[in-house]
């Protein structure tokens, strides 16, 4: 088992870089107009400047805004646990408002697009579903 997973690691080691270099070279990777975007190319391009640049390389008062917006978080949660059930159900969950900023709005408007078609067939059809 150990042995199958080096032969793997090494074959994947040499192929990736590969296979990156003839997309790289034969198509236009990045172009936002073109075939391949490159959707976190630019999100993974600013999280390596923050690193290596540290705080100072982000906007005036992000950090503040950042702070605030995570006590607001944390007071909503605290919110909706405290009080009753029938209140708290309603009560916005932060988590799933962040959801679209992790994983780009297709991902957020695939899945309302899903739920909406699932309430919609168990309201049609509430027997079978």
């Known amino acids: 088992m150990f042995l199958s997973q080096v032969i793997g690691m090494a ?13 790289y070279k034969a198509f236009d990777v990045g172009n936002p107009f073109g075939e391949f975007k490159a959707y976190y190319a630019l999100t993974y391009r600013n999280m390596a400047i923050l690193g290596v640049q540290g705080f100072s390389a982000l906007p005036r008062h992000c950090l503040q805004l950042c702070y605030g917006f995570f006590a607001f978080a944390v007071a909503v949660n605290l919110v909706r646990d405290i009080s009753p059930h029938r209140i708290g159900k309603w009560k916005p969950l932060p988590m799933a408002m962040g959801l679209p900023f992790l994983v ?6 695939d899945m309302c697009l899903g739920t909406l078609i699932v309430f919609v067939w168990l309201k049609l059809h509430a027997k079978k579903g």
């Open 11 to 23: 074959i994947g080691c040499l192929r990736v870089p590969l296979s990156f270099f003839l997309f």
């Open 104 to 109: 780009g709005a297709y991902f957020a408007i």
